[in-house]
């Protein structure tokens, strides 16, 4: 299976930014997609991760409120709806797919697929 992300950009702080994630075959129900986001010097961070079958949704602490994930499965395409963006949001954006258990959904080891990344920065 192939990641492909878009949709990062430049944006000022306060703006919003819309990130796409198409994967290249059908999923096996039972996975999650999600994304990391990885900022210079700083580690892997979780963002945001749905199932599959829209089921469940998580969120990192950083970005409840204001990310919103989504999934089109019909088109194997997860989308991240990233609104009031603001400096410290500023990092490669990856998408992610694996078959993490519930409890360790933000376990970026047990996603066994990845992106290319994809820049997001916000400007202050």
């Known amino acids: 299976v192939q990641l492909q992300a878009s949709g990062g950009g430049l944006v000022q702080a306060g703006g919003s930014l819309r990130l796409s994630c198409a994967a290249s075959?059908?999923?096996?129900?039972?996975?999650?997609m999600g994304w990391f986001r990885q900022a210079p010097g700083k580690e892997r961070e979780f963002v945001a991760t749905i199932r599959r079958d829209g089921g469940y949704k998580y969120y990192g602490d950083s970005v409840k409120g204001r990310f919103t994930i989504s999934g089109d499965f019909a088109k194997n395409t997860v989308h991240l709806q990233m609104d009031s963006l603001k400096p410290e949001d500023t990092a490669v954006y990856y998408c992610?797919?694996?078959?993490?258990?519930?409890?360790?959904?933000?376990?970026?080891?047990?996603?066994?697929?990845w992106g290319q990344g994809t820049l997001v920065t916000v400007s202050s």
């Open positions: 075959e059908r999923t096996f129900s039972g996975r999650f």
């Open positions: 992610a797919m694996g078959r993490p258990i519930l409890s360790e959904y933000h376990n970026s080891e047990l996603y066994t697929h």
